[in-house]
C-alpha cells in the first residue's frame, strides 16, 4: 500500500527556519507531481508549492521567496524549507503526490504535520 509519511513540523519562531520532509513508500512504478498543502483552523486546504519530475516548481504567491521546494527522486521525497515563517503560515502541512503503479496512478495524501509559527 503507497503510504506518504510527513515530518519536521513543530514549533518555530517568526523569522526563523523549519524544513518539512515527505517520504513515500510502498509498491509503486513512479512519483509524478508533488506538493505540499496547508490547511489553517477554519479555512480551506490551500496550494503552498509544487514540484514536477524534473524539478519545475510553482508557488502560491504568499510563500514565494520565502519557501523552497525540492525532490530526491531516487529517495522519493519531497522537502519544504520554511524560511522567515510568518505567524500566518501556522497550518497542518499536507504532502501531496500523484503516484502510478503498473496499472495505475492515484492521488496521495499524507496525514499531514501542524507547523507553528509563534514568538
Known amino acids: 500500500q503507497v503510504q506518504l509519511v510527513e515530518s519536521g513540523g513543530g514549533l518555530v519562531q517568526p523569522g526563523g527556519s523549519l524544513r518539512l520532509s515527505c517520504a513515500a513508500s510502498?509498491?509503486?512504478?513512479?512519483?509524478?507531481?508533488m506538493g505540499w498543502y496547508r490547511q489553517a483552523p477554519g479555512k480551506e486546504r490551500e496550494l503552498v508549492a509544487t514540484?514536477?519530475?524534473?524539478?519545475?516548481?510553482n508557488y502560491a504567491d504568499s510563500v514565494k521567496g520565502r519557501f523552497t521546494i525540492s525532490r530526491d527522486n531516487a529517495k522519493n521525497t519531497v522537502s519544504l524549507q520554511m524560511n522567515s515563517p510568518k505567524p500566518e503560515d501556522t497550518a497542518v502541512y499536507y504532502c501531496n503526490a500523484y503516484i502510478r503503479t503498473l496499472t495505475t496512478g492515484s492521488e496521495y495524501w499524507g496525514k499531514g504535520t501542524l507547523v507553528t509559527v509563534s514568538s
Open positions: 510502498g509498491r509503486f512504478f513512479l512519483i509524478n507531481d
Open positions: 514540484i514536477t519530475r524534473g524539478g519545475n516548481t
